[in-house]
């Protein structure tokens, strides 16, 4: 039986990427998989053979730093782009209407689409799963995430406003839930039923394509993926140079660094190929960025700038993965001393061994993908 199945997410990376393991395998499988997404993430929907239905829409960057109210602005700048093409999106659908509309919250419309057109809706978290005990806003008020901010409070009723405008959504307690992280990473995962489906990121099923390998010599791979800052990229030259530390260092396409003889530094690089090799991995937090490391069982230096990536760093060092550092006031030392400590600790690597690498995902692609169907099937 092929079944037609929408997706919904706003159009970055961080939303997109985890549910495209899940796209690719529900097309190998014979179905019509449609995706609402903008430009920026477009192509990279198309690779997997689903079809895009594009839309202008996008999502600002942080420009400054984070606050509460900045970060507020942003999503409000994002409802009203797509309270512009609502009528368009559901006249879409409505014209070949899907069995299935799979939705991520941060895009607002999923579940009144779904009511509006009568048909079945699936909720996609990409990063913590919320339920009645568990609320990422409350946690991350010891992040410096603000609930009470005035300016949030306006994004709240205008994406209220545009959900009711279509449809009253359903009860999001009774939705099932595609969840993208393991259950063992999860905040308080024993809290939550069976309507939550935790399949973890993808693993790596095939070999990596080899674009890249370590150069001779045995030197330890430190892999700093993230922030991409020329004052961040400085402090790494500063602190690795003349170490036993082979560094890579991708910087994107300007860069006035002069790589370092240890150094390894390029505008980009084959994300897994390195990946794989390194024996330490710094990033931002991004939960993406961090199922990534805990799939190839390699221990992280998070260097997290907003709420939600202290969040997820909390939770990394809560179970032993990885080490935190504080980008505002991290010296040179510390952060040689951050990465040291990961592979001189083996607590780090018996903790990879025991709780992530193969054991990250818990189902993946497959099982989503069968958890798909099944409700697809039972919405008919």
């Known amino acids: 039986m092929t079944l037609v199945v929408a997706f919904l997410a706003p159009p970055t990376p961080g939303h997109v990427n985890p549910t495209l393991p899940l796209v690719r395998e529900l097309v190998a499988r014979g179905h019509r998989v449609r995706y609402v997404t903008g430009a920026a993430t477009a192509a990279r929907i198309r690779r997997t053979g689903a079809e895009t239905i594009e839309f202008p829409l996008a999502v600002d960057d942080l ?18 782009r797509l309270r512009a093409v609502t009528p368009a999106i559901v006249e879409t659908l409505r014209a070949d209407p899907p069995d299935l509309i799979c939705h991520n919250p941060a895009a607002v419309i999923g579940a009144s689409v779904a009511t509006l057109l009568g048909v079945a809706d699936l ?43 279509i449809a009253p959504p359903r009860d999001p307690a009774g939705t099932p ?4 992280i393991p259950r063992s990473f999860q905040l308080d995962g024993h809290t939550f039923d069976d309507t939550f489906t935790f399949v973890g990121p993808e693993p790596h099923r095939t070999p990596a394509a080899r674009n890249w390998t370590p150069p001779p010599g045995g030197d330890r791979v430190l892999y700093v993926s993230a922030p991409r800052r020329p004052d961040f ?15 890579v260092l991708p910087v994107g396409d300007r860069t006035e660094l002069t790589a370092p003889a240890n150094f390894e530094i390029a505008p980009r690089l084959p994300h897994r190929d390195v990946l794989r090799h390194a024996a330490a991995f710094v990033c931002q937090a991004d939960m993406t960025e961090l199922m990534e490391a805990l799939v190839a069982g390699v221990p992280v230096v998070a260097l997290p700038l907003t709420p939600e990536q202290r969040l997820n760093a ?3 060092a809560e179970l032993g993965a990885g080490s935190v550092g504080e980008l505002a006031t991290l010296t040179p030392a510390d952060l040689r001393e951050l990465a040291g ?10 903790t990879l061994e025991r709780d992530f690498g193969p054991h990250t995902s818990t189902g993946g692609a497959r099982l989503a993908a069968d958890t798909v169907e099944r409700h697809a099937s039972a919405g008919r």
């Open 63 to 80: 420009v400054g730093g984070f606050s509460t109210t900045r970060m507020a602005e942003v999503l409000d700048v994002f409802v009203d």
């Open 123 to 165: 909720r996609l978290a990409t990063g913590f799963a919320e339920n009645a005990r568990v609320s990422v806003a409350d946690r991350m008020t010891a992040h410096g995430f603000d609930p009470q901010d005035a300016r949030l409070a306006a994004y709240e009723r205008n994406a209220f406003l545009l959900c009711h405008d």
């Open 177 to 180: 839930t595609l969840v993208f």
């Open 233 to 247: 990229h400085r402090l790494c030259v500063n602190a690795f140079t003349g170490t036993t530390w082979h560094v």
């Open 314 to 316: 909390a939770r990394l």
């Open 341 to 350: 400590r990961l592979v001189v600790d083996r607590a780090f690597g018996r």
